[in-house]
Nanobody
Framework: QVQLVESGGGLVQAGGSLRLSCAAS????????MGWFRQAPGNEREFVAA????????LYSSSAKGRFTISRDNAKSTVYLQMNSLKPEDTAVYYC???????????????????WGQGTQVTVSS
């Protein structure tokens, strides 16, 4: 079983940037595709970005594309989400998760992910 811990959240003004990290322990992430999701109060958890096990391919939601960048360092068992040009509507708890090995890595559904972190709060003020 892998444990995921997100960090890097905080309060930032609109237009600012944050870099989230997701560190894994328990087993290596090098063979797992990874994803970032977010959940705002009263909303369902939604897909933000995903990255293939090698880091060679990435996928973004329409709201994240062009502003967010997902990356990974398999040697450190860490996945990152660089968020630029933040908007108040980006305010949410951000979660990372590992992809189920039997799921196509481009599948954005929550059920295609298994291990989840506890989340990190991102608040963007206007």
């Amino acid at each position: 079983q892998v444990q995921l811990v997100e960090s890097g959240g905080g309060l930032v003004q609109a237009g600012g940037s944050l870099r989230l990290s997701c560190a894994a322990s328990g087993r290596t992430l090098s063979s797992s595709a990874m994803g970032w999701f977010r959940q705002a109060p009263g909303n369902e958890r939604e897909f933000v970005a995903a990255i293939s096990w090698s880091g060679g391919a990435t996928l973004y939601s329409s709201s994240a594309k062009g502003r967010f960048t997902i990356s990974r360092d398999n040697a450190k068992s860490t996945v990152y989400l660089q968020m630029n040009s933040l908007k108040p509507e980006d305010t949410a708890v951000y979660y990372c998760a590992t992809k189920r090995p039997d799921s196509i890595w481009t599948n954005q559904q929550l059920t295609s992910y298994d291990n989840w972190g506890q989340g990190t709060q991102v608040t963007v003020s206007s």
